[in-house]
Structure formats: C-alpha cells, structure tokens
C-alpha cells in the first residue's frame, strides 16, 4: 500500500490577484447594499371597503405616517381588487 502525501501547493497557473480583490470587494459591497435595503422595506397594505352596498380599494403604507389612498367606489368587489392592485404597482414603480 503506497501513502500519496500533498505538499499544498498551487499548480495551477497564478490568479489575477487584483482582479480577485475586486471581485470579493464588489460581492461585499453588494451584499452590504441588499442589507440596507431590506431593512427599508415598508409593509403595504391594501384593504377592502364596504359603504353603500359599493367596494373601494384603500391603500396604506406602514412606514409613512398618515399615508392612504382610497380607490373610487365600484359596483363589484374584484374591481375594487383591480384598483388596489393598481395602487400598488403605481406606489411600488415610484
């Protein structure tokens, strides 16, 4: 029985160092980036409303104080889906 013994060494050809260290500093600096950003997130809400036998979408942002938009009163409750959906993207797009 023969023992292969491994002397660690690279031989390979040599990395671009600065290229590497570029890399790992853009990886690092993103991930900081998407931390930031995920601790900005605001919930959103969007709620039904019922008044006078008519739906309406409202819309609320939790972060912002004081921060809702009522939809127009339809006839249907999916519309009034449709418009809270609409606010939504409208909010989000912004």
Do not use: W
Not at 16 to 38: C, G, I, M, Y
Not at 65 to 82: L, N, Q
């Amino acid at each position: 029985m023969s023992m292969i013994l491994s002397s660690f060494r690279n031989t390979q050809k040599p990395r671009n160092t600065s290229a590497t260290l570029a890399f790992h500093q853009f990886r690092k600096d993103k991930d900081q980036e998407e931390d930031v950003a995920a601790t900005k997130k605001e919930p959103i809400k969007v709620a039904i409303e019922r008044i006078d036998g008519k739906s309406r979408a409202k819309f609320c942002v939790d972060g912002v104080k004081g921060f809702t938009v009522i939809g127009p009163p339809r006839d249907s409750r999916p519309e009034a889906v449709c418009d809270g959906c609409e606010l939504g993207r409208a909010y989000v797009a912004e």
